[in-house]
């Protein structure tokens, strides 16, 4: 979305210079513009209000935005303002009656015949013509930061002056007038970025680790961004410049305090945010309270540090207690020798306001210097690079860290030993347990195969005899007791997601290990048949993009599965969710494409059956850890014989938006119809928008008809999520597009095989040009919304059937 700061109100009369000496003169109406027209500076009104400030902006963007204000508190009523520059270097802006309005503050004695020139990069500098030193000014509006950060613009402080140069927001769209919100260095301790309301930090980008700032996960080096952060004893900053000069980039810190990094897109003429602060929770300062960490990913999100204990709350209870105290140590240090530490990993670096580094120091002296004063809680590198070196050292309670999934550094915190012995035999028994349990499943697998050896003879000779032997569930079956014990009794707190047949509890089993239980309502659609479907069915499948199925739970007439625990939920969580998308790089998406075409893959041709899903959507695709995509909900699936190509099915079941026409229409399916399903998810995942629902002013088209329109048009591109920005390799969206519409094609026929899709989509063969999809205006489907699909919306490990009665 673009942020459309300000309306300009301004005469189209311009100076085209870019200084103005002692003697000359800016009314309002003339413009300096900057050599190679980037930025131009004039009086200007932002938003609808009729006051007017002299201003920076890009000359070339046709979207004012101001990126600096000079009369920000104090503005001129109506359009007699000039702004001048006098034989001292001193800039004022004068209303109609020669009242000053503003004027510019230099401290330093001047040269006689001093300029003000708008430069490139947009900072508008008084200097001395003669002098050759570019970066020599009298002034500087790069000094004096208003809402917007820029490339080359240094925030933060100089230790021997005390001048502090930092963003501060706007008052309102309209008024420029700082406001509440700032974005500075916090020199107290190793130097930080913060951002701050009045005086509280309400956001922490955290201290320099000599590659980047440690707020956020950043594995691999930035392709677009160049970021500099310079400490010393005089001086302490933060800085950025773009490695293509000719893309224009700004930082917003808007007057709610958030920040927005954006970039101008020249194609669309419009903004595109590629970076937001306060994205989630764990990024609003000391969210966790001290010695916990905040997960994004996790829920709840906070989580005691491994020796540490929530205060007065019951433990099992966590997503209602209150976190503002934070956790405690579970024992005391001894503080006398009796102190080891715990090495965590993949951290946001805690709050350092309270730290001591030194470059020189080595990491085992770090470890040294911290056992010997004791309230040094934690240690951790300063650089990391070269393998790391350097020593920083935390005083008292460690607050804001974060767990990131991936990235992050290591944190060394102090603990009492007997503790960490007490943590590492826990570790051990852990390891011991496995070992147990690996022991213990070799003799039950060679157990079982024996007696699956036994019984095959047998039932060989059952067969021969005329008789036929019921196909057993090979699947373990859990105690109820076990199941309830697990979900806390099936705790409100432990629903995962809500789904069209009853809810879905978290579960931890005794020995640790996570769960998922899918807990079929009494009275839900999902009868006994899907159920044992569904069972039957994967119980079967072994494959690393399907999901696990540990076993079920029968009591009475209550049916449970139980399934392995996906930390991330599913992919609609991310994909239609506008900040969550973020979260799914490019990278990421294509790696969830191809687990998915890999999972399909297995289904159709590779396992031992040949199973068609039927029910592929983005709901019923669960995330792991790495953002694996891991295929659910087999309540729907149907296995063919081997030389079985079609069937035909009176009961239509399956979920609006991906059922292919010939399926919907007649009840047809086929691996062909998984293969519409999967083309429709994958331009879900390339747009981020939902295929059902999909509108647009311009036709009556769904995402498919769009994604068709587009590339019929020969502009396929702008199918991709706004969520990307630009971080994306057009060769690859462009083959991942194409295969998609090869997939959704009207005829069976003409839609590729799961295995071909898989080629086409690794390779760097031609690819046939797609004809016209199948379904691809909304309202040529069938059905009505009356009978709607179940929960869509909200569930996370939904299965929806949607059923349509016999025509
Ligand atoms: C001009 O500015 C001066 C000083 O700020 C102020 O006292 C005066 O009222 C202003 N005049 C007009 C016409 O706004
Ligand atoms: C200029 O700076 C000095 C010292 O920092 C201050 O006392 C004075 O008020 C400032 N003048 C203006 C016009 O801001
Ligand atoms: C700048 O240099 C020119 C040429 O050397 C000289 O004529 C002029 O007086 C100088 N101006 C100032 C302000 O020193
Ligand atoms: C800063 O925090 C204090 C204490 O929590 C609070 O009373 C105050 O209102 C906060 N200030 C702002 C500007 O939010
Ligand atoms: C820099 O960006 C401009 C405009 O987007 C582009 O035309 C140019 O090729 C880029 N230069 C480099 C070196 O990438
Ligand atoms: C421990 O470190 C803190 C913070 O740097 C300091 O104030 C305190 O004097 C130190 N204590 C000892 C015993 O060195």
Known sequence: MVLLLCLFFFTTRTLALNTISPGQSIKDG??????????????????????????????????????????????VSDASGVLSINDKGILSIMNGTKGIVWSSNTSRNSAEEPIARLLDSGNFVVKDPNDSDPENFLWQSFDYPCDTFLPGMKIGINFVTGFDRHISSWKSMEDPAPGLYSMRIDPRGLPQLVIKKGPNITSRGGSWNGRYITGRPQPTVNPVYLYEFFWNKNEAYYKYEMRNSSIFSRYLLNPVGLTQRSIWNERKNEWEVDSTSQADQCSIYDYCGSYATCSTNEFPPCKCLEGFMQGSASPGDLSSVDWSNGCTRRRPLTCDGGDSFLKQTGLKLPDTSKSWADISVDLKECEKLCLRNCSCTAYANLDIREGGHGCLLWFLDLID??????????????????????????????????????????????????????????????????????????????????????????????????????????????????????????????????????????????????????????????????????????????????????????????????????????????????????????????????????????????????????????????????????????????????????????LEILSGKKNRGFSRPEHDHNLLGHAWTLWIGKRPLELIDTALSDLYNATEVLRCINVALLCVQQSPLDRPNMSLVLLMLCGDSVLPQPKQPGFFIERNLPMTDSISEINEMFSIYESTITSLEPR
Request: glycine share 8%; aromatic share 10%.
């Open 401 to 682: 860290i974060t767990e990131f999934s991936k990235g992050g550094q290591d944190l060394y915190i102090r603990l009492a030993t007997s503790d960490l012995e007490h943590i590492q035999s826990k570790g051990k028994l852990k390891e011991k347990q496995k070992a147990t349990i690996i022991a213990i499943s070799v003799i039950i697998t060679c157990g079982m195969m024996i007696l699956a050896l036994w019984l095959y003879v047998r039932k060989k000779k059952l067969r021969k005899t005329g008789e036929h032997g019921k196909e057993d569930l090979e699947l373990p079956v859990f105690d109820f007791a076990i199941i309830a014990t697990a979900t806390n009794n099936f705790s409100s707190n432990n629903i995962l997601g809500q789904g069209g047949f009853g809810p879905v509890y978290k579960g931890t089993l005794i020995e640790g290990q996570e769960i998922a239980v899918k807990r079929l309502s009494k009275n839900s659609g999902q009868g006994l048949e899907e159920f044992k479907n569904e069972v039957t069915l994967i119980s079967k499948l072994q494959h690393r993009n399907l999901v696990k199925l540990f076993g079920c739970c029968i009591r009475r007439d209550e049916k449970m599965l139980i399934y392995e625990y996906m930390p991330n939920k599913s992919l609609d969580y991310f994909i239609f969710d506008q900040t969550r998308s973020k979260l799914l790089d490019w990278r990421i998406r294509m790696h969830i494409v191809d687990g998915i075409a890999r999972g399909v893959l297995y289904l159709h041709h590779d396992s031992r059956l040949r199973i068609i899903h039927r029910d592929l959507k983005a709901s019923n695709i669960l995330l792991d850890n790495n953002m694996k995509p891991k295929i659910s909900d087999f309540g729907l699936a149907r296995k063919f014989g081997v030389d079985q190509t079609q069937a035909k099915t009176r009961r239509v079941v399956g979920t609006y938006g991906y059922m292919s026409p010939e399926y919907a229409l007649d009840g047809i399916f086929s691996t062909k119809s998984d293969v519409f399903s999967f083309g429709v998810l994958v």
């Open 30 to 75: 003339q413009t300096l513009v900057s050599a190679s027209g980037s930025f131009e500076l004039g009086f200007f009104s932002p938003g609808n209000s009729k006051s007017r400030y002299v201003g920076i902006w890009y000359q070339k963007v046709s979207t004012g935005t101001a990126v600096w204000v000079a009369n920000r508190e104090a503005s």
